[in-house]
Each structure stands twice: as C-alpha cells, then as structure tokens.
C-alpha cells in the first residue's frame, strides 16, 4: 500500500500540468514589475492612505467608520484587477502570437495546461495580494477583520474567478499582446472606478451607486464591504458576481483559440 501510494504522489508530481504550473511558477517569480503591481502596490496605496489622519478617524456619515475601513476592501479588489487585467492577458496573448500554444498542441502537454497553470498562479497570487492588504490594515491601521469571515471569503472567491474570467475573455478577444494591453488598460480604469479606488462606492450617489453595483467589481467592493462589518453579503451582491463569471468565461471559452 505504501509503495502504492509513493509511485501515485509521483506520478502526480510528474504529470505534464504540474511540470508547467513549476516553470510557469519560476518564470512569473522573475517578474518584479508583475509581482509589486500585484502584490505589493494595493497594500502600498493603502499605506499612504492610512497615513492620513483625517482618513483614520471615525464618520458618523460612514456609520460610524473611517476611511481607511473602506479602504481595504478596495485593496483587496485592486491586487485581483491588477493581475486579472494586466499581468495575465499578455502572457497568455504572447504565447499565443509567438505558437507556443500551437507547439504545445503536438506535444503530451496540452495547451490547456498552460492555462490553468496562469490562472491558477494569478488566482493565488490575488488571494496573497487580499492577505497582505487586510494584515497590514489590521496591523497599522486598527482596522477590524472581516466580522463575517465566511461571506468575506465566498465574495473574495467570487470576485477573484470574475476578474480571472475578464481577464480570460479579454485574451479570446485580442489577437496580439499589444491588443489585449490596450483592451486590459481601458478595463482596468473602468473596473478600478467601479471597485471604489477613486471614489468608495458606499459614498458614490444613489443612482450612480446602483449603476456601479450592477458591475462585477462594484458588487464585490459592496459584498466585502459588508461581510467586514459583520453583515452576510447581500446576495444581489453575489448574484451579481455570479451571473457575470458565468457569462465572461462561457465567451472566453467559445472565443478563445490556441493561434
């Protein structure tokens, strides 16, 4: 049984999607820019935020909550828009335009495997960016956890696989890396205004809050936003992220194409 279940692990960690998820691992660790936009950069934006007094103080006009509160999950959704919308779609359209996808279709490793293996690693590396930003907002900043730990983590789900199936869709839809750049930086300031980066949605007007909860990240920052204050998510919140997941990665899925 033993010897059984030894040759099982290896035949696990020989198999062609882990060798890929290994060097596509290593080469997206050699990416500085990638990772601070990532991984670094929310939680820096949220630093200097923080170091703001007036932004530290409690606003009976936010329910008795400071700027800095509403915050976080804005930081949180900015590390998932930065790798869903600007450091994954030019690696996959790269791949593409160069025939390594093609290359890979003649071999035992399908070109599948190199795309579960990007999503996966930006998938991670969002959920790591999440991490950091809430730590360092409880940390310095007194900032509470999420009162509602198990909505938070389903909305940070949510939205993690939204952002990746935008960014998914974005790639079927570009043809070359300087195309999908282009499309992933008008997305990324749209679904940067919609998470609350400039402006915190709960502070937007009525009307335009409505409009921008109907967007993936609008919902998101709302959901979150709740389930940090102790409340489940709404679930026209979640709805809301689901509906768009499921309509962005059945179009990245019929568009997308190997070359």
Known sequence: MTTATSTARTTRANSPLAAVLR??????????????????????????????PSFREDDAALGGRSVIDLYVPVAVLLGMIMAGLQAMPPVLTGYRERGILRRMSATPVR?????????????????????????VGRIAFGVRLPGQPVGYLLALLLA??????????ICALSRTTKASAAVGSVAYLVMMFTAGVWVPVQTMPGLLRRIVEMTPFGAASQALDQAASGNWPDWAHLLVMAVWTAALGTVATRLFRWE
């Open 23 to 52: 060097t596509e691992t290593r080469l997206f660790l050699r990416e500085p820019g990638s990772l601070f936009w990532i991984l670094a950069f929310p939680t820096v934006l949220l630093t200097i935020l923080g170091l703001i």
């Open 111 to 135: 070109p599948s495997a190199l795309l579960t293996a990007q999503i996966a690693l930006h998938g991670a590396a969002s959920v790591g960016s999440a991490l950091l930003a809430m730590a």
């Open 160 to 169: 993690v696989a939204c952002v990746l199936a935008l960014g998914a869709t």
